[in-house]
Each structure stands twice: as structure tokens, then as C-alpha cells.
């Protein structure tokens, strides 16, 4: 039987992984690229826009791991700021950012985010 298509990516991690583990030494890919930022304005962008720049951050990002990944690295290292940037101030930042609710709060966001 043939495994599901969800598993399948998880399983080929795992046989990476462990097939890294049984080696002596790892290659290590570093990677460095321009972030897409929002344009310089007054008024901070909306959350809807804020999210499609970090996608697009995050499409560059996949990318480049997976290029990496074909060359062979083990281990790729990504800049801190390389989804959202770094030219915020305390106002601008909020749309990238989420709430995170209370741990006492019975909600799962990522199976109820409508709530």
C-alpha cells in the first residue's frame, strides 16, 4: 500500500534526515537575498498587504532552500529579518504580527481561524 500524499513529504524529510544523521559531516548552504518590502509610506500597509509581501518573501525563500537542497546542503541558514524586513517602526510592524491567544483559551487557530 502505497503511503498517503501528506505523508509522503514527511517521510522523504525523515529518510533525509536520517540519512544526514549517518554521516560524518553536513553541507551547509547560507543564504542571502533582498527582501521585498512594502513602499515607503506615512500609513502603515493593511494586514491583508503585509501578508501578500511575506508570501512573496516566503515563495523567494522556498525556492532557494530547495535549490540548496538539490545541491546537496544538510543545513540551510535563512536571514533573521528575510520574511517581513526590518524598516518598521513600532506602528508599522503591527500588520505582520499575530495575536497569540491566551494558553488558557480552548482555540486552535489553524483549525478554527474564523473565531
Not at 6 to 23: E, H, K, R, T
Not at 94 to 113: A, H, K, M, Q, S
Request: proline share 10%; with cysteine; glycine share 4%.
Amino acid at each position: 500500500m502505497l503511503p498517503s500524499q501528506p505523508l509522503l513529504p514527511a517521510a522523504v524529510f525523515a529518510l533525509v534526515v536520517l540519512q544526514a544523521l549517518a554521516s560524518d559531516t553536513f553541507i551547509a548552504a547560507v543564504y542571502e537575498h533582498a527582501v521585498i518590502l512594502p513602499d515607503a509610506t506615512i500609513e502603515p500597509v493593511s494586514p491583508d498587504d503585509a501578508l501578500a509581501l511575506m508570501n512573496k518573501n516566503m515563495d523567494v525563500l522556498e525556492g532557494a532552500i530547495k535549490e540548496a537542497a538539490q545541491q546537496g546542503a544538510h543545513i540551510i541558514v535563512t536571514p533573521e529579518d528575510g520574511i517581513y524586513g526590518w524598516r518598521f517602526t513600532r506602528e508599522a510592524i503591527y500588520p505582520y504580527l499575530e495575536d497569540i491567544p491566551d494558553p488558557r483559551v480552548n482555540w486552535i487557530p489553524c483549525t478554527d481561524p474564523t473565531r
